[in-house]
């Protein structure tokens, strides 16, 4: 623990600094209030140990300044004086701290103050991070709402863009073949007459100067290109549902070989490549489970290692137990593995790596989140450039499906 010590009295100060050092608390020495205030805002100080009188900056103008000023973790602060009056007392207590110790200072006292100021300061950290994850509740809850409404508003413009594109792509192959048709014409009449002459002349000249000819090649690559990016919004306001409503169906026995076959199945659709892939599954009794949401979760995964695939690359899938009360699926792939420091937002919703409009962030959340509500976690292991291991744990009995919340999934367990 950071602690500073105010003290203009040389002797004092190197006794205070003595006893708290043996105690193993890191101390910083101030001869004085503005000197003890710049330390503040340069060093993590959680205790403040300020004589009441010392020059240009006096204790309890400190106390002040601390509490009307300081932002951050809170600064829990004992005032050193040989005053006892009540009045004196009252005074300091008006002024921001948080006790008072009598000069001279009893090194055991002085050690049992400290000690309240440090459970003191743990229920302040408790309070703050119950605090933060209120906050980070209401504001996901407030999301998921907008989410929601988002989908229902984005899906039915969008069918209308899917169906008109579709019909758009028929439309251009029957004008393809409707001027392939009209070529041949042009090409097998021999004009008689003038008048003749002068009409194939002018189509052929406004074919030229419209370029037909690249507006019926072009024509096909921009329908393609349009159905891909109403595909890849159809895929958010997919997430973005299963996001907001992850699961509502009636959980029953099924088959974890089965759920995982399936769910590298369509991540392999979607995808549109295979990659070797090795499976060793144990045989395994069934899970009580929802068995659409386990598929989705493994389906998520299984398509997160095959992005990260190379040329060459394979996913092994394994299946255990690893006791009698749970069951282990571990998916690794020999990928280009995750950075460190990115390693813990994985599962942090909208967070990914991929380049704009090719991912929403959502897939590894939504995947954590419905294994966590299955009463399982997940264990994540990557090397850049060596792949990432994904070794998802669910009980095998007793399992409690709980309704899908839309709570924040607490941080992954490294592997060992």
Known sequence: MDI??????????????????????RVHLAADGEEAWDLLLKKDVRILL???????????????????????????????????????????????????????????????????????????????????????????????HLAAGMAHEINNPLSFLASNIRTLGKYAKEVQAFFAAYQALA???EPKDTKTEQILQKMQALEASAE???????????????????????????????FTHPGSLTPHMADIGQCITEGLSLAEKKHGKTAPVQKDLADLPPLFCYPGQLRQALFNICINALQS????????????????????????????????????????????TR????????????????????????????????????RIHLPTEGIKVQKISQHTPQKPQDLP
Not at 115 to 134: F, I, P, S, Y
Not at 366 to 377: F, K, M
């Open 309 to 352: 695939l190379n040329e060459g690359g394979e996913i092994h899938i394994r299946t255990c137990r690893s006791d009698n009360q749970h069951i282990v699926i571990q998916i690794r792939d020999t990928g280009c593995g995750i950075e460190p420091d990115l390693l813990p937002k994985i599962f942090d919703p909208f967070f990914t």
């Open 212 to 242: 037909i000819a690249y507006i019926l090649e072009d024509v096909p690559a921009l329908v393609s290109e349009s159905g891909e990016g109403i595909e890849r919004i159809g895929n958010i306001v997919e997430d973005m549902r299963i």
């Open 355 to 390: 380049p704009a409009g090719r991912g929403t962030g959502l897939g590894l959340h939504v995947a954590y989140t419905l294994i966590q509500q299955h009463g399982g976690h997940i264990e994540v292991h990557s090397e850049p450039g060596k792949g990432s291991t994904f």
């Open 187 to 189: 090409g097998a009449i």
């Open 4 to 25: 500073l010590v105010a003290e203009d009295h040389p002797v004092s100060a190197k006794l205070l600094e003595k006893i708290l050092l043996r105690a193993g608390h």
């Open 50 to 144: 300020t004589d009441w009188m010392m020059p240009r900056l006096d204790g309890l103008s400190l106390c002040r300044r601390v509490r009307e000023t300081l932002s951050g973790s809170y600064v829990y602060i004992i005032l050193l004086t040989a005053r006892d009056a009540t009045e004196d007392l009252l005074s300091g207590f008006e002024a921001g701290a948080d006790d008072y110790i009598a000069k001279p200072v009893n090194p055991d006292e002085l050690m049992a103050r400290i000690r309240v100021g440090l459970r003191h300061l743990a229920m302040e950290d408790r309070h703050e991070k119950t605090l933060r994850k209120l906050l980070n509740t209401e504001k996901m809850a407030s999301l998921g």
